[in-house]
């Protein structure tokens, strides 16, 4: 089970082998008794301790299990197996079901009616082969034959049965209540790898995938069911207890409430546990935890789509207290736990091995969250929770293949002993370590071996020789701890035994795009049996952080051959592993490990933009220039791009490939790949829908240029800009030459007009929003004058004084700057001019005083700059400047002189 493809059962394969590479072959040669490579050991609370039960199941396949009113067990193994265990350890397989055990498939799910002992009915859910690889996904009532124990199963009566559409989130949860009804919970049977429409049924109240069900004993549904429908009890509405569900990966019931209570596993980003009330919507695929899911979101379909918060939610990653993918539990109902955890909900984390408790109110409010770090760690891989009686939580572990009971003693907790151990057949030595095994109060142990044959040892690590009397024995391990507690442990041995060679051929070339054949062969000998059968089994290691791997079964085979395709699930390998066994009982492996051929995705757009991976890891997401991610050939792979970039109005127009689908999908071609969302900006927005508009400026003769928060296009007649505080506005013909000349919009900022026609109808002209330097400009055109700019304070004063219409007229000159470098100005039309310098201001001079001033030679002369604009005096006006005035008379048209120096 992992949290972007949710496959539920994991197979932690571990021998201890020798491999020889020989011309082209590799000879494996398997060691007698290999034992189990041990994992970390558990951290559980000090009290606490995990008691190993048999499953009658293999690792790897145990998937769920039930008590039976006696205390037995049933087991089912992904495979197909039905395996009933009894109160002292003895077990026996009931019925072995043809399946189709490819990824999350197989037969996963089991219950016992709570009628059981006058029915004697269990309920199991599996994926039924249809023909071809294809198969559909079943929910059945069975009879458990046989008197006092169970020997097999009949009587099958089909209750549910879906399409395969997918081979991931199936039936994943069953649970019989008190009344004889039913409660099931079904994933949305949809793709993990890409953004699947399939997945929308999760929201729809036609389709039961992504739901959880409340169904009689006969498969109909429940007349409380919110949406009952009475005239079709039978119809998907009828059946329909909640919506909005992935993978909601094991339920059980409140027992408060009688609600039922799922961890949902989550796809990218969120891992949720829900208290599920009747009629809600938990989201799925819209909403992921209480985030829009990247991919999803996009679509018309999750506009405005409900969602239910999750009582709790993981945030995906590596840190403690993050979560991966995870297994719903159950409520402690008994009382031997300490106080804090009596009426907790235990739950587990199948990825990283976890194991938390929470508590909330009958209402659904969370009052105690999980506990950081979790209640335990490497804890193995949970992927059900039970009850046992006196009320013990107890969980199956796939990955060991055993029933863990969590216990609670005070004071000391008994050891666990491990052995595992390799023989030399030629002398009849065996060495045995039980160096693996471990104390749940971190004490330090001792270590006594009886071999079987009377002989002892002491100490972690052994070595003894067997007589040639026997041929097989039973050695025992007893560690004890500080405080005299013990755990014991046994295995059998068969000293003289040759274990079974294995020569593997296999392709140089490690690395496959998706779909494309991993085929290889092994012979296998042995020295007492001669050709011996080989079994396969193909896994799926998926590392999607680095150093946290988990493995996901899945085909497997019988002969010399063996031939799958590769995986298509992302940031994973595969082990195809052939398993030899002699008829001791003894077994060789060999594993061929095959690599996905990965090349570069990435993705960009031509405007920043949200732009995201939905399928490949885990919040692979562009917020504007580029997302990457190393994907196999051949996968497929969801992408999506937001419908408004982010200057919020730039839209979304297609994909650099001509695909005009905002959320699509891709097939990874077996090179690099760079894929690029095209968004029209609003310069092409606006240029698109008015044709006036392309008939003045031509042509687009470039693409946009983004400059900083400025886009713009170049165009035959002239330019097209867009910011957020101007809009959008265009420049064109000769204003839009000095426009340019002078330095565009660089040095005048964009425009916050269009070209627009004087009032007397003689000019045209644009304002610009201008710079810290220049503040607002404008260009003004005439015929007789041509383009030319104003700008800055010169421009403000030109204003005041009502533009062209006032006494200045247009301007003949663009801003210049004094000889003296100390000031500028603009002459105008009408015999005018504007000055200005930092220590006078901008002040306008015209007619006869500007003569005057002229010939006295400007601002060079005597008088320096005007100090005011020309303004009226009795008889006349006047200008002052920095060193005297000039005053007109209108009696004599006269200019007055007076310097400063005569006043």
């Not at 951290?43 to 190993?52: M, T, W």
């Not at 999350?104 to 004697?120: C, I, N, P």
């Not at 760690?377 to 572990?397: M, Q």
Request: glycine share 12%; net charge negative.
């Amino acid at each position: 089970m992992c949290s972007d493809g949710n496959r539920l059962f994991a197979r932690l394969a571990a021998v201890v082998i020798t491999m020889l590479l020989t011309a082209g072959l590799t000879t494996v040669i398997g060691l007698t008794g290999g034992g189990s490579a041990q994992a970390e050991e558990p951290h559980l609370p000090e009290g606490f301790s995990l008691k190993e039960l048999p499953s009658g199941q293999s690792p790897g396949n145990l998937t769920d299990f039930a008590y039976l009113p006696d205390g037995s067990a049933l087991t089912t193994g992904k495979t197909g197996t039905v395996a009933w265990v009894s109160t002292d350890g003895r077990s026996r397989t009931l019925r072995s079901l043809a399946v189709e055990s490819q990824q999350d498939m197989g037969l996963v799910g089991l219950a016992v009616a709570s009628d059981y002992e006058t029915t004697r009915h269990v309920y199991l859910a599996r994926s039924v082969p249809t023909g071809g690889g294809s198969y559909d996904l079943t929910l059945a009532r069975w009879e458990v034959t046989g008197a006092d124990e169970p020997t097999g199963l009949t009587g099958e009566t089909e209750l549910l049965r879906l399409p395969g559409d997918s081979n991931v989130h199936g039936i994943t949860g069953i649970v019989p209540d008190d009344d004889g009804t039913i409660w099931v919970s079904v994933g949305d049977v949809a793709s993990y790898t890409e953004t699947d429409r399939l997945a929308l049924r999760a929201q729809k109240p036609h389709a039961l995938q992504g739901k959880i069900l409340h169904l009689t004993a006969d498969g109909q549904g429940v007349e409380s069911n919110p949406f009952y429908d009475p005239a079709a009890p039978d119809s998907a509405r009828s059946r329909i207890f909640a919506s909005g569900f992935r993978s909601p990966f094991r339920l059980s019931l409140d027992p408060r409430t009688g609600l039922p209570v799922v961890g949902d596993v989550g796809w990218n980003r969120w891992e949720e546990i829900n208290l599920v009330q009747p009629g809600r919507d938990y989201g799925w695929p819209c909403w992921e935890g209480s985030d829009p899911t990247p991919g999803y979101r996009e679509l018309p379909e999750c506009d405005h789509a409900p969602n239910t918060p999750p009582l709790v939610k993981f945030r995906h990653g590596k840190g403690v207290d993050n979560g991966n993918s995870v297994t719903g539990g159950v409520v402690y109902t008994g009382s031997t736990y300490p106080e804090k955890y009596r009426g907790a909900y235990f739950f587990g984390d199948y990825t990283h091995q976890k194991l938390w408790s929470i508590r909330y109110d009958h209402q659904g409010r969370l009052t105690q969250a999980p506990q950081s770090p979790p209640l335990g760690t490497h804890v193995g891989r949970p992927v059900k929770f039970g009850t046992a009686a006196g009320g013990d939580i107890v969980f199956a572990d796939i990955a060991s293949g055993k029933l863990k009971r969590l216990v609670y003693t005070a004071g000391n907790q008994e050891p666990v002993a491990r052995i595992s151990l390799e023989t030399d057949p030629d002398t009849r030595t065996v060495s045995f370590d039980g160096s693996e095994s471990f104390d749940f109060d971190g004490d330090h142990l001792t270590y006594e071996w009886a071999f079987g044959d009377g002989g002892t040892a002491t100490g972690a690590q052994v070595e003894h020789t067997y007589g040639e009397a026997e041929e097989r024995f039973t050695a025992k391990l007893t560690v004890t701890d500080a405080a005299g507690a013990e755990g014991t442990a046994e295995v059998t041995v068969v000293p003289g035994n040759h274990t079974p060679v294995l020569r593997a051929k296999a392709p140089e070339d490690r690395t496959y795009a998706v779909g494309e054949r991993v085929s290889v062969s092994v012979m296998a000998t042995d020295a007492e049996d001669g050709l011996v059968d080989v079994r396969w089994q193909a896994t799926v290691v998926h590392c999607p952080e680095q150093e946290t791997c988990h493995a996901h079964p899945t085909e497997s085979g019988e002969g010399m051959v063996f031939s799958v395709p590769f995986t298509d699930h992302p940031d994973s390998h595969m082990e195809l592993t052939a398993t030899a066994t002699d008829s001791e009982g003894v077994s060789s492996t060999y594993t061929y490990e095959a690599m996905p051929r990965e090349h570069r995705l990435s993705l960009s757009s031509n405007v920043p933009a949200a732009v995201e991976i939905t399928s490949e890891g885990d919040d692979d997401t562009s917020n504007g220039t580029a997302g990457t991610a190393m994907v196999t050939a051949g996968a497929t792979v969801g992408i999506a791009a937001a419908r408004t970039a982010a200057d919020g109005v730039s839209v979304f127009s297609q994909w650099d490939d001509g695909v005009s689908e905002r959320t699509r999908t891709i097939t990874m071609p077996d090179e690099d790949l760079t894929v690029s969302a095209v968004y029209a900006t609003p310069v092409e927005q606006r240029y698109d829908a008015e044709p006036e508009l392309r008939e003045v400026l031509g042509e687009p003769t470039g693409p946009v240029v983004i400059d900083g928060g400025m886009y713009y296009r170049q165009h035959a007649e002239g330019r097209l800009y867009w910011s957020a505080r101007s809009g959008t506005h265009e420049v064109h013909g000769p204003i839009a030459e000095k426009y340019v000349e002078l330095g565009g919009h660089e040095r005048f900022g964009p425009p916050i007009t269009d070209q627009t026609s004087t009032p007397d109808g003689e000019g045209r002209f644009n304002h610009f929003l201008g710079t810290s330097y220049t503040r607002t400009a404008s260009v003004y055109w005439t015929q007789r004058t041509g383009a030319h700019a104003v700008w800055g304070e010169v421009r403000k004063r030109w204003a005041a004084m009502k533009w062209e219409r006032g006494p200045l007229g247009y301007p003949t000159t663009d801003e210049r700057r004094t000889p003296d470098g100390i000031g500028r100005y603009n002459h105008f039309t009408k015999g005018g001019s504007v000055y200005w310098t930092p220590r006078t201001g901008a002040h306008a001079v015209y007619g006869a005083i500007r003569v005057r001033w002229a010939e006295l030679g400007w601002e060079r002369s005597y008088l320096g700059y005007p100090l005011t604009s020309e303004y009226s005096v009795p008889g006349g006006r006047r200008n002052d400047f920095q060193s005297g005035s000039l005053t007109w008379r209108a009696a004599d048209d006269q200019v007055i002189v007076r310097r400063a120096s005569s006043s």
